[in-house]
């Protein structure tokens, strides 16, 4: 060398930004674009995690049949290989077209609310960001239900006052929430390629596309270790815990506990947290349910209860207001 | 900022300073393309804390930028694994004399930077490409100015190191 390092550099540095930073000046701008398509794809994985396939619901459709019984104090002598391997073959074994996944999610550290979308190509071509209608509307419960390609998601205030009420099906999704008085039907056609994700590995175990198929990947790229058992509403559950998912600072932890005989998952905990702020825990309990005449009028029920009021102002039907859990420990 | 939920602010800012801003990310991350994929995941992480800029936006995006770039926000060392067959032609190459060696010596010093770890990369750019002071880059990286002075010493020594021809005899000598 025989120029003083730092000049040299300096120089050096100062050919390499000059020379490529000037070439598109939009650049920054179409960064920018970018960088809201790619929030927004990400809000939208983690909104997948209450989801639970409400894009993808004919999917989610699940049928309780329950593989052979085996002693409930399951734990004894079984590997995470035989556990994970029961449960997938009970998952894989539920006739879609057959029975009713019910699902009673509660947050802890955190509430259920909206995001906001729109469908239009255009809009998604642009990257537009949108403005949230839905934005002070907050639920510390939601029930959801799902059933031959129709999703039902109602959330609850935590005096048990119906907050909101949404549908997807095959009209496209419908919803109401009530203190605001909006309502909102979007027919879910003609949209723009939300980012779904595909389901890998890596993704794998909160909810997307569907409970069903998310916890069956999950089980096959062994991201679970055995933690014991644990009473769940007087079952002596088996308890899986994943690996956590880190991305971006925060933390992602998925346990399981599945039915000592049936295999089936009973309950999922997902825990979000960041260094130095409050921990979310997103829990979901489900019930397998069979489509007896009770089970089905406990649904009628259900969908009656979800009622869209006329009155209600109507959101253009290119928003897509979507449920989903917020709370400090989640980013984004 | 707090109200900019949809990076409206954002957009001036980059209209007005994006090309500094790429250019300080290209700086940091070695290429163009590399650069641009800094920037954009510096630009994702203040949309999605917009609370946290209180006034100085661009002075907020700089930090998150500075940073991600010292945490080594890849965490792949793909830099050094290109780099490293061209450093060592490079290096053999820089005993012939050269007419265009001045500046194939900046544009390898430059590139020899991507072999420095990610804070050190940082705080060489800061100090010697931004020209800013020692506390003035402690402050942006949030470190100490002890650490901001270690960092900048070994990072020029390790480009000194780094930069020295190697004597293909010795070379040979070494291997046989």
Redesign the interface.
């Known amino acids: ?3 003083n ?2 000049d ?11 020379t ?4 598109d ?1 939009d ?3 179409t ?2 674009h ?3 398509r ?2 927004r794809r990400r809000r939208q994985a983690i909104t997948a995690t209450l989801a639970a396939g409400a894009a993808a619901a004919a999917a989610a459709v699940i049928v309780a049949t329950s593989t052979s019984g085996t002693s409930t104090n399951a734990l004894h002598g079984q590997t995470i290989t035989y556990v994970a391997t029961r449960a997938e073959q009970a998952l894989a074994q539920l006739n879609p077209s057959q029975a009713i996944e019910f699902d009673t999610l509660t947050v802890r550290g955190g509430s259920f609310g909206f995001s906001s979308m729109q469908s239009t190509a255009a809009n998604a071509a642009n990257s537009q ?1 949108v ?1 949230n209608p839905l934005s002070g509307v907050h639920a510390s419960s939601e029930i959801d239900w799902s059933y031959r390609g129709v999703f039902l998601q109602h959330g609850y205030s935590a005096a048990g006052k119906l907050v909101y009420a949404v549908a997807v099906g095959s009209p496209g999704e419908y919803g109401a929430a009530y203190p605001a008085r909006i309502r909102w039907h979007n027919p879910l056609t003609g949209g723009p390629d939300l980012g779904n994700p595909a389901l890998t590995c890596d993704n794998a175990g909160f909810g997307w596309p569907s409970w069903k198929q998310s916890i069956s990947k999950a089980l096959s790229c062994h991201l679970f270790t055995l933690g014991g058992n644990q009473q769940i509403a007087g079952v002596d559950t088996i308890k899986l815990i994943g690996k956590p998912l880190i991305a ?1 600072g925060e933390t992602i932890r998925e346990t399981l506990w599945v039915d000592p005989k049936t295999y089936l998952p009973l309950r999922t905990s997902t825990t979000f947290s960041q260094p130095h702020r409050r921990t979310t825990v997103l829990t979901h309990d489900f019930r397998w349910l069979s489509p007896t005449k009770a089970n089905l009028a406990s649904l009628h029920a259900a969908e009656q209860r979800g009622v869209i009021p006329t009155s209600f102002r109507a959101l253009p039907s290119t928003d897509l207001p979507l449920p989903g859990v917020d709370g400090p420990g989640l ?2 | 900022m707090a109200r900019d ?3 409206t602010e ?2 001036h800012l ?2 007005e300073r ?2 500094s ?4 990310a ?2 940091l991350a ?3 393309q590399d ?2 994929d800094l ?3 510096a ?3 203040v ?3 917009p609370r946290q800029v209180h006034g100085d936006a661009e002075g907020y995006l700089r930090r998150v930028l500075y940073n991600l770039a010292a945490d080594g926000w890849r965490r792949r060392g793909t830099w050094k694994q290109k780099l490293l067959p061209v450093l060592r032609a490079e290096t053999l190459n820089a005993t012939q004399p050269d007419p265009t060696a ?1 500046v194939d ?6 590139r020899m ?1 991507g072999q420095l770890p990610p804070r050190q990369r940082a705080v ?2 800061l100090r ?2 931004e020209q800013r002071s020692e506390a003035e880059t402690a402050a942006l990286l949030g470190c100490s100015e002890g650490t901001v002075k270690s960092a900048a010493s070994r990072g ?1 020594q390790h ?2 190191e780094l ?2 021809p190697t004597d293909p005899a010795e070379l040979t000598e070494k291997n046989s």
Not at chain 1, 8 to 18: A, H, K, Q, S, V
Not at chain 2, 21 to 24: C, E, N, S, T
């Open positions: 060398m025989t120029n390092v730092e040299l550099l300096r120089e050096g540095i100062d050919r390499l930004t000059t490529t930073a000037s070439t000046p650049a920054p701008a960064l920018l970018r960088a809201r790619h929030n960001p403005p971006e980013s984004g | 939920r949809d990076g954002l957009e980059l209209a994006g090309s801003l790429l250019g300080a290209i700086a070695g290429s163009r650069g641009e920037l954009q995941a630009l994702e992480r949309l999605r804390k001045e010596q900046r544009d390898a010093l430059v930077l060489i750019v010697y490409w020029l480009l000194r930069s020295t």
